[in-house]
Structure formats: structure tokens, C-alpha cells
């Protein structure tokens, strides 16, 4: 550990608190768990307060857990294995992951709960054995759904471990092409009852977004819910592909969906009205037309 990051962490440890130690890479999980708690400092994740309470407590813990370099630590450095929350219910049909990989630039995944009580996982955390048995003990996890190429580490060894289909985008296919099913062209798709896939290139190639129900929007890395905007937003300075598709891709999809979530791979998430979604869908579709290629600049995203 550097002197900097010993001066940044060491109060908070002496203090018996929780702190951030210097292999946080900044990538706004444990914000989005533990917002107030935890914030961005000099280009960092920071524990700006100490937990008040049971509730305050269990989001700290829930980021730490999350945190794909283990960088939010208790004091004494060490986490209490029976206090990891995941997988963490959003609703009575969704549940956070967590424990999410750096080999897919720590973002987030999840369970999608279906009508017969089994599982779909979109994108993957990290693996282990004792993580997919977690995953499964609420019911069989029938289809592993990769929104796109940056979170396909994983896919494979959780889809043979639950028995489960592979999914990816043709575009994205190198990334997975032992993929058991795989999406083509950019027309939506009813891959299982209720569940539609939405091609919509832009972030990558072959880049989708799976809507279930008309309420869950899993939308990988094409948009997500901007703290910073109190709205929805692509992260155009890490557009990999091209921002013109992308604009396309929402000019052409953006009246067809129907949520009220939207649970993206990085950026928050968010519960409003079905309408207010739809209004805030054509809003950003408008706004992404209006964007310019730039240089990839990860610095450059507004959480």
C-alpha cells in the first residue's frame, strides 16, 4: 500500500470504522449500495460517514461484498462470510448479485425470477461453487442472458453449472461463441414467456437489452439511471462501438419498451412509472441523437 492511500485509510481503521483501502479502481458499486456513506473523493470510492444503525450498517456490509476488488473493508480488515446479503431482492422478482468480477469491469448482474418459480441470471458475477449453489437454492437457473461482450467472463461456467443456455448477441459472439443461443439483426425477440430482447448496438456491437414483463429493463451498459442528472443516461466517453448506433438504436427502440425498472451493468438504478419511463426513454433518445463521437474517457462518466 502506498503512503497516500495508508494517509486516506488509515483514520477510519484507527477509528474502528469502515474504510476504503487503495485498490478501489472507482467504479461506483459500492455508491450505489451505500449512497451518503460512501462517495467519490479524488477519483475514488471513500467512507465519507460512519454507518448509523442497523439499516446504514447492512449497506455498507451489502457494498462491501459487492465490491469487485473487496476494497470496502470492516475495521480489523476482515469480512464476517455471514454477513454477505446476496443474492439481495430488489423486489419479490428481482434480486442484486453482487459480488461482482473485475474480469467484467465490476458490474452488476441478476436473478430474474419467472412465472414457475425458476431463475434467469443476467450477465454474471464472479464465480464460485458456493456462490452458483446461493444462486440456484431459490430455483433452477434455466438461461444465462450476456447483454453484451465487456460482461461475458463467467457465462460459460455458470451456465454449465446451473444447466443452463448461454445467450449473446451475434455482434459480441467472439466474446462467447460457445454461446448456446444466439441473437440476430436488430429486431426485438421473445426469447421465453414475457422476456424480449432488444438488440440495440451502440456501447458494443452486440450490445442487448432484456425487458421482462413489461416492468424490468436489464440494460446492460446502453443506459442506466444518472445520479448526477436525476434521469436516464448513456455513458457516451465509453462508448466502445459507436454513439451514432447508439442513437439509432434508440430512435428505433425507444417507443417500444415498457418498463419500470431499469437495472443496468454500471450506473444506479431506478423504480418509476411505466409512462414516466416511456416520456424519459424518448427524452434521452433525443438527447443521444445530438452527441458526437469522442475519445473513450472513463474519467469523463457522471455517475
Given at each position: ?135 440456484e437454492a ?149 438527447r443521444t ?8 474517457d472513463f ?5
Amino acid at each position: 500500500m502506498n503512503s497516500a492511500a495508508q494517509d486516506r485509510s488509515a483514520p477510519a481503521a484507527a477509528d474502528g470504522g469502515w474504510y476504503v483501502d487503495d485498490r478501489c479502481t472507482n467504479c461506483d458499486v459500492a455508491r450505489q449500495l451505500a449512497p451518503g456513506l460512501i462517495a467519490e473523493v479524488g477519483g475514488r470510492s471513500e467512507v465519507v460517514r460512519q454507518p448509523r444503525g442497523a439499516a446504514e450498517e447492512a449497506a455498507v456490509r451489502a457494498a462491501a461484498f459487492a465490491c469487485p476488488t473487496r476494497s470496502v473493508r470492516p475495521a480489523g480488515g476482515k469480512l464476517d462470510a455471514q454477513g454477505d446479503p446476496f443474492p439481495l431482492a430488489l423486489d419479490g422478482t428481482v434480486a442484486l448479485c453482487g459480488h461482482n468480477s473485475r474480469q467484467n469491469a465490476g458490474a452488476n448482474a441478476y436473478l430474474l425470477r419467472r412465472p414457475d418459480g425458476t431463475r434467469m441470471m443476467i450477465d454474471t458475477p464472479r464465480y464460485g461453487e458456493e456462490l452458483a449453489t446461493r444462486f440456484e437454492a431459490a430455483g433452477p437457473v434455466t438461461d444465462v442472458l450476456l447483454t453484451h461482450r465487456d460482461h461475458a467472463a463467467h457465462g460459460r461456467r455458470y451456465a454449465d453449472r446451473f444447466g443452463a443456455r448461454l445467450w449473446i448477441h451475434e455482434g459480441d459472439l467472439d466474446a462467447a461463441p460457445d454461446a448456446d443461443r444466439v441473437l440476430r439483426g436488430t429486431a426485438p425477440e421473445e426469447i421465453a414467456a414475457g422476456v424480449v430482447a432488444h438488440p440495440l448496438p451502440g456501447h458494443t456491437r452486440g450490445s442487448v437489452l432484456y425487458v421482462a414483463d413489461d416492468t424490468y429493463c436489464f440494460s446492460g451498459d446502453s443506459f442506466y439511471w444518472s445520479r448526477a442528472d436525476g434521469d436516464l443516461a448513456v455513458a457516451d466517453s465509453v462508448t466502445w462501438y459507436s454513439i451514432t448506433e447508439l442513437a439509432a438504436s434508440l430512435a428505433r427502440t425507444a417507443d417500444r419498451l415498457r418498463f419500470a425498472w431499469v437495472l443496468p451493468g454500471h450506473g444506479d438504478r431506478m423504480h418509476r412509472p411505466v409512462p414516466e419511463m416511456a416520456r424519459r426513454m424518448r427524452e434521452l433518445a433525443a438527447r443521444t441523437a445530438a452527441l458526437r463521437p469522442r475519445p473513450v474517457d472513463f474519467t469523463a462518466v457522471r455517475w
